[in-house]
Each structure stands twice: as structure tokens, then as C-alpha cells.
């Protein structure tokens, strides 16, 4: 499972309603917004800016301008050209280094950093925020932090969010006559809910509970992570992780839930409860609250999802560039993604609040009534550590996960095999 493709990372369990970038939840909802520094102005001379997208092989020129940032930097910037390369064969980083093709930016998520910064793509952006006086704590912090993992430096900043909260369908809990969940549940009160509402009625199996593991580990809430750059081992088989995976697959093991997954929640709509990104589905009669916690880390909310836009260090038009990161950052730009139902990336009480304001119903986001306040715990996780072994370690873990939600093995037993079976696989990476 490659972790730098965002389709290939979340094909374990079934694939749900994915959106178009996947970004990172705003920290910080209470915090009074800073000023918002303006960027020095490059030259108005025509000039074409290279956009890498460095995770998705998929992606297309015609879809990145018609995004959301691409309508913004056309509209903002009109002597600006976009040339638009995507990841993929003759196109990977490594390729674009020797091939001597020049980038200025680069979308990318947070699994993109390992080589990335092997390439030596990654750009220091430190300096430009300060020629540019960009005031960056006007950003969700933890979003900025995890970057310092590769070399101490800025490299870019994040410019959207994908919601991520525990949805369920009214409907079930009406039926069955349950009390819908309520904010600030602990997974152990999600089970107990789950248990209740998996069952059989009039020949239809309903579910109680869906998610996926490797989206649940990507935003794990324990801080969880699988390699430990500082002991230079693998680190799979401890309590936390323990504790982590006998979590999720205790609703595998619900009789009758196994088969659920999240594709459900929207198109069959017989999950109760999915605890994963948001959709768009055809029905109204779903709500949201906080995403579970963990008893053992009490309030603590999703880690930071980021797709992130980076300068890189090939740019020959680095001001320019970063006026566009600038102006994918600002208030304005935020506000107007936050109202449409993207969360937004800046903490400014005032566009957090505006969230979903103008979602078109007919696109099948339509938030009015909706808990929205959900999307925007009081503190987040603290972001994992991210290597470039990840994908052959996440291959075993998924191999783990499967054996204990389906009884074939116990939690110690698993992890202890995949730890061992894992680093033989990190071994020759090494070299």
C-alpha cells in the first residue's frame, strides 16, 4: 500500500466518497486571528508557474483549474500561466531532478514528505515569511510543526481541509429506538452504541459501526507512529499500538458487523455510525458529532490531515510563488472555501464559523442544522512521525489488523509477527 497515493493508501476496507484534496482540520477554533500581512508583489510581467502534484498520479491540468485554488490563482494572478505535472511514470520526484525540469510548487500530502526531502525538493520557505513579514501563526500550528520533522525548516503551508468526524444515520437510530451519539463520546460508549444497532430486521442487516483501519492510523489520536527516527527501529508491538488495534477491531468482531464498511453509510445507508471523512450523499436524515477518544487520552481530537501546497528548490520564481501560497492562505480565500464546506486552514474564529454557510444542497453538502462544530475539536493530536518505510510497515500492519478483527490471531501474537516481519522489510531499505 503506497502511502504517497492517497487512492492506493485508503483502498484497504473499501473505498467511500473521497474528495478532491485531502487537507488538514483547523486547531485553535477560539484563537483571535492575527493581522494578515500582505506579500511584497513580484513583477506583473507574464510568467509560468510549474504545479507539481507529487501524491496523486491521476491528477489532471483540467481538474486542478477548475479546483478551487486553481479558479483562485486565475483570478488573482492573470499573467500568471500554469503548467500542471503530475506524479507518475517518467514524472516521479527522482525523474524530475535528473530530468532537469524546473518546479515551483508542489501539492502534496503529508506522505509525499520522505522523498520529497530524499530529492531535495524541499525548500527552507523561513526566510521568504520573513522577507514577505507573513504572519504564520495565523495557520493551524500543529499543521506547521509536523514539517519540522524533515531537516527543522517551513516548506510550505496547507491550504484546505477535509472534514473528518463520527457520522450516523438518524433513520437507524430512529427505528430501533436508540438516542443518537452526542459529542464528546469515548470509543468504549461508541461500542456499546454499536453493538445495539448491528442486527437484522425484515431481511436487511444493518451495521453498527464502519470505518477504515489505515484512515484511523493516518489520523491516529494516540500520536502513534510506526518507525522511530530516533532509535532508528520499528516500533509496532507496544502497548499503544496494542491498545490502538484491539480498539478498531473489537467492531469487526460485533456479530454481524463484519462486512460493514464505509461505501455503506451513503449508498446502501444501512451503517449506523462511520467514523471516517465526509461525504455527499443523497440523503439529509445524517448528522455528525466529535470523533471518539480514547479514555487514555481524554478530549484529544484527529491528528492534522494536510494536503499541503510546498515551494520548491528548483523554483526560479520563488516571490511569486509564495504571494500565490499567500494568497491560497488568506482570510479571503479561506472564507470563501470554509462557506462552501471545505475546512479551512487559518484559525480566524470569524471563517471557522462560516463553514458550510453557502454549500450547495444539490452537490450533496448541505449543513444547515448540521453540527458543524463537530469538524473543529478543541485540541488535536500531535502528528506522527512519517519515513519512507511507512508503506512496507503499513503492508504488515494491514495483514495484522485483518488477523485480529477476524479471530485468527491475538493482538500480542499479530503485532509481535508483523514487528518481525517488518523489519526485515526496513533492513534492506537501509542500505
Known amino acids: 500500500m503506497n502511502r504517497n497515493n492517497v487512492a492506493k493508501r485508503n483502498a484497504v476496507f473499501g473505498m467511500g466518497a473521497a474528495m478532491v484534496i485531502f487537507v488538514t482540520a483547523c486547531n485553535g477554533a ?60 517518467g514524472t516521479t520526484p527522482n525523474e524530475l531532478i535528473v530530468s532537469g525540469q524546473d518546479v515551483d510548487l508542489i501539492v502534496n500530502s503529508v506522505f509525499s514528505y520522505p522523498l520529497l526531502a530524499e530529492t531535495n525538493l524541499l525548500y527552507d520557505m523561513s526566510e521568504l515569511i520573513k522577507k514577505h513579514n507573513y504572519d504564520i501563526s495565523r495557520l493551524v500550528p500543529n499543521a506547521i510543526e509536523f514539517q519540522r520533522q524533515f531537516g527543522g525548516g517551513i516548506y510550505g503551508f496547507p491550504v484546505a481541509s477535509a472534514p473528518t468526524a463520527l457520522f450516523y444515520n438518524k433513520d437507524i437510530f430512529d427505528k430501533f429506538g436508540v438516542p443518537y451519539p452526542k459529542d464528546g463520546m469515548t470509543w468504549d460508549e461508541t461500542y456499546e452504541l454499536a453493538k445495539k444497532l448491528t442486527r437484522e430486521d425484515s431481511g436487511t442487516q444493518y451495521y453498527g459501526f464502519a470505518t477504515r483501519y489505515p484512515f484511523m492510523y493516518n489520523t491516529n489520536q494516540l500520536s502513534l507512529s510506526y518507525y522511530n527516527p530516533k532509535t532508528q527501529n520499528v516500533q509496532i508491538a507496544d502497548d499503544k499500538f496494542k491498545l490502538f488495534m484491539e480498539n478498531f477491531t473489537r467492531f469487526a468482531q460485533i456479530p454481524g458487523n463484519a462486512k460493514a464498511n464505509t461505501d455503506m453509510f451513503g449508498k446502501e445507508k444501512t451503517v449506523a455510525m462511520m467514523a ?88 450533496g453538502r448541505n449543513f ?16 506522527s512521525f512519517v519515513t519512507k518505510f511507512d508503506d512496507v510497515i503499513a503492508k504488515r500492519m494491514n495483514t495484522a489488523f485483518n488477523a485480529i478483527a477476524a479471530g485468527e490471531k491475538d493482538a500480542v501474537t499479530a503485532l509481535r509477527e508483523a514487528q518481525e516481519g517488518a523489519v526485515k522489510d526496513v533492513a534492506p531499505m537501509k542500505k
Do not use: C
Not at 368 to 383: D, S, T
Open 276 to 363: 471516517y471523512q465526509i461525504g455527499r450523499w443523497d440523503f439529509d436524515s445524517w448528522d455528525m458529532v466529535t470523533m471518539p477518544t480514547f479514555k487514555e487520552a481524554p478530549g484529544i481530537g484527529t491528528q492534522d490531515y494536510a494536503t499541503y501546497m510546498n515551494l520548491s528548490s528548483t523554483s526560479k520564481h520563488k516571490d511569486q510563488a509564495f504571494e500565490i501560497l499567500a494568497a491560497l492562505t488568506s482570510d479571503s480565500y479561506q472564507m470563501k472555501i470554509s462557506k462552501a464546506g471545505t475546512l479551512p486552514i487559518v484559525r480566524s474564529s470569524d471563517v471557522i464559523q462560516a463553514f458550510g454557510q453557502a454549500a450547495d444542497p444539490a452537490s
Open 368 to 383: 444547515k442544522g448540521k453540527n458543524v462544530q463537530a469538524f473543529f475539536p478543541k485540541e488535536r493530536a500531535m502528528p
Open 30 to 89: 477560539s484563537s483571535p486571528p492575527s493581522p494578515e500581512a500582505a506579500p511584497k508583489k513580484d513583477s506583473k510581467e507574464p510568467v509560468e508557474i510549474v504545479v507539481y502534484n507529487a501524491s496523486n498520479s491521476t491528477a489532471t491540468a483540467e481538474a486542478f483549474m477548475e479546483s478551487d485554488m486553481g479558479k483562485e490563482i486565475k483570478e488573482k494572478f492573470p499573467h500568471v500561466t500554469i503548467k500542471f505535472i503530475a506524479t507518475g511514470k
